[in-house]
């Protein structure tokens, strides 16, 4: 009763069944499992790695940029949840409770936090006194839980991983510099990195975090046309302040509020790579966050040298680049499928001829295209294509944003638009709530963000036909 | 009405009350700060930064050893918490229950995950079919949550962060050799970064952990004489296997259940840190884990070219040591104490005299010896105190822990040695829980393990007279 596990079954095309395709993705590419646990999901070590490589970058960009790490505990007591009156009416509806420790009953119930502000605010309003303690620039790098009703691997679970920088400092100033800073690193780590295309804007108050003062917003385009919102950034003001008094001694004398920003990226970002770059033959990784950049592949193994040669290929190829080789005894066509499904940027193959030739076969994932090197060349060669690689993945993806970005001046013309040709739709907006949530109602579009761009499309909202205020980008999102 | 922090306190000296030294220095070193979550800490970032340092040793010796990290959910169902006997009748007790979800009573309680067995089972039993898919070699980085009645700072509390492996193999020789292999990565972490000596061996049946057919332990001694076991490693046998149905086909074609392990290591090793090497004047780091292995204080920064200085040995010093720079306008011997408190295993002083003789002055922090160097010869010099430092806080620890190590061979000796030599008792026994219950009912002693290196020194049990069977090193415990 041979249990043989096949690596290589074809997945849903995306033109069939987005949603599908992009289960099947998770799934074959041996990212993420389901578990015993409503809602929660598995990370595998294929998809953990991805996540370390995007902590590792972000983790040093935050480092360099003069913040510290904490930690701080999982639960919240109600009690504590409740002081800032906005943030529990956001909250309280989707958090988990613990009722009972051991086998007692808890005096006060604890939630499992879904974000940590109350926490770093009754920590600050103990630790900072003066104004030699600011700025305090801390972040926690963590799991939250939020109860959600359908969930989706990555991109919506009742359990995800996070970061959660909250920072205070002197001024209101300081603070919306930092609110700023942040989000540009994040779009930083997107565009860079992950080779996503972000819009940076802000988000309407309708759309803003329970809490914030403004809430800035880093938006990004699917292959489906969905908007995905890759990573926020919010000033607080003075409200937490206020609400836990966090108050410190300024070179004046007097007592003042410091003023504070929180902000985050989730695991989500993994949903975002897979669904900007991944094709009907599965994930497709950038470069700078794969976990293998290049897979050896021995072509006629049992030839004499070749399994040599490839090893030999591989200790040269580690000093300049993420390297595995594969010598199991499935055939070469079932492992090009399979690191195809992976994503893995480059494919280095290496047969008896190639060694009397003084030469390897390689061939892009993102292009499929075939390049001979001379293997004099390979430690030069292969981290210019990866380089390539990672240019040309953000490159497409920009392509593929501008293409699903329309503009529109008539309601009739946004409802064509979100039907027909699905993306991110420019439109003018007055600023009212009623407008959005009409636009919500007969569209299932929400505002993702005003960008930092302001265009001047027409003169009138797009809802109502009163003076318009702001462009607004819209869309429908996960 | 200034609020001005001090830096400076005395703490409590260690000979006048040992916990309350302990407190003192993780309080006033700023490791850590009480939370208003019931017995969960806040880790501030000074306390993080060593655990990151921790971690990051321990997490590349891991995927030296092809371990692959992954992340499990948070929550544990009940029925699956139930699902192996001896384990939900150890954890059951102590956990955390999650009873409602946004507005609703959930249909089955969740616990907070206390450790992870069940649900790496739960995923192990889906994924693995085949010979091929062994051994499976996973670890997470995560927090576990145990309902503790008591808790003191990184030693006990009601969470704590920690790594837990899990791994499967095909044969029974395979999950020993791993659990073993596993046990001296941790003693090489103890001794060669920790510099905490310990003493290696086997718990006995009444101290091993919940569900495992054999748990080995590294066990070392506090300043106080108490013990603390640093790491565990478990031997689970097919016991898991079994209750999970975790089968695979053999090369032989028939399905066998694989074989398991698991091993840990916690936050509270930072409290080992502390008791083993901290004096009165607050903590000393071994360099290995100091977030700051050099601090650079400026003497008389006012006078010309002083604060530059001492800024450019801190750039040159940067390229072979974790070094940071004090030009706050604090007084140098309040300085001083500041990093004495923090054990900063090395302290620089420059000044305008210095400057005129091309040196500096170091001041060790484990031996307050002071070294004059010439400026020629830093990036040389330092690097060697500070492997000394390390090497002599080890070789300091291992002196002590002998000294505290004694022999008994009568019960009476036993109970004299544990109230007025407190420390490791060495002494021979027979096997029988119920020798060991008495032990700890007559003295508050506990088995700590039965020593790889056995001794044999006596031919009795200490307590009841029958003949002996093992060495047992015992002690009182955090």
Redesign the interface.
């Known amino acids: 009763?041979?249990?043989?596990?096949k690596f290589v079954e074809a997945i849903t095309s995306m033109e069939e069944d987005f949603a599908k395709w992009y289960t099947d993705v998770v799934k074959k590419a041996e990212l993420v499992?389901y578990?015993?646990?409503r809602g929660?999901?598995?990370?595998?070590?294929y998809g953990?790695?991805i996540?370390?490589n995007i902590q590792k970058y972000l983790d040093s960009m935050l480092k360099e940029t003069g913040h510290?790490?904490?930690?701080?505990?999982?639960?919240?007591?109600e009690n504590?949840l409740k002081k800032e009156a906005e943030h529990v009416e956001g909250f309280a509806?989707?958090?988990?409770?613990?009722?009972?420790?051991?086998?007692e009953e808890l005096t006060e119930r604890?939630c499992?936090r879904p974000t940590s502000e109350t926490?770093f605010c009754?920590?600050y309003s103990?630790?900072i006194?003066?104004y030699?303690?600011l700025p305090k620039l801390?972040n926690q790098w963590?799991?939250v839980?939020r109860?959600e009703k359908t969930t989706r691997p990555f991109l919506r679970t009742?359990?995800f991983?996070w970061q959660e920088g909250h920072t205070a400092h002197a001024t209101a100033e300081e603070a919306q510099e930092e609110t700023i800073r942040m989000l540009n690193i994040y779009a930083k780590l997107c565009e860079e990195i992950l080779a996503i295309p972000v819009v940076k804007g802000q988000k309407t108050d309708k759309e803003k975090f329970a809490g914030a003062k403004a809430t800035y917003t880093i938006e990004s385009l699917m292959h489906d046309g969905k908007a995905l919102q890759c990573g926020t950034s919010h000033n607080f003001g003075d409200g937490f302040a206020r609400a836990f008094d966090i108050q410190?001694?300024d070179k004046d004398?007097k007592?003042k509020y410091v003023h504070q920003t929180s902000w985050g990226i989730t695991t989500r970002l993994i949903g975002a790579i897979i669904m900007v770059h991944g094709d009907n033959s599965g994930l497709v990784l950038p470069p700078a966050i794969a976990p293998t950049q290049l897979i050896i592949i021995p072509i006629a193994m049992h030839k004499p040298g070749v399994v040599e040669k490839a090893a030999e290929l591989k200790e040269r190829l580690s000093k300049v680049a993420r390297v595995n080789m594969d010598v199991?005894d499935k055939m070469p066509g079932w492992k090009f499928s399979e690191y195809e499904m992976k994503g893995v940027p480059l494919r280095l193959e290496v047969g008896p001829k190639d060694i009397e030739k003084n030469q390897v076969v390689l061939v892009r994932r993102d292009s499929r295209e075939k390049i001979v090197v001379s293997m004099d060349e390979i430690e030069t060669k292969i981290p210019e294509i990866l380089q390539d690689i990672q240019r040309s993945l953000l490159e497409k993806a920009r392509a593929a944003q501008l293409e699903k970005t329309s503009t529109a001046t008539t309601l009739d013309e946004f409802v064509d638009l979100i039907n027909n040709k699905p993306g991110f739709i420019k439109a003018m907006w007055c600023g009212e709530r009623e407008c959005e949530d009409k636009i919500k109602e007969l569209t299932s579009a929400t505002s993702r963000c005003m960008p930092f761009e302001q265009e001047h499309v027409s003169d009138t909202c797009i809802c109502c036909g009163k003076p318009a205020k702001k462009l607004v980008y819209w869309g429908r999102a996960y």
């Open positions: 009763m041979e249990k043989e596990k499992d578990s015993s646990v929660c999901m598995i990370i595998r070590p953990y790695a996540w370390e510290e790490n904490v930690y701080m505990p999982l639960f919240i007591p504590l509806p989707e958090v988990a409770w613990v009722t009972h420790g051991g086998n604890l499992v926490l009754d920590h103990k630790i006194q003066s030699k303690d801390y963590c799991s839980v109860w009742t359990e991983l410190y001694t004398g007592l199991s």
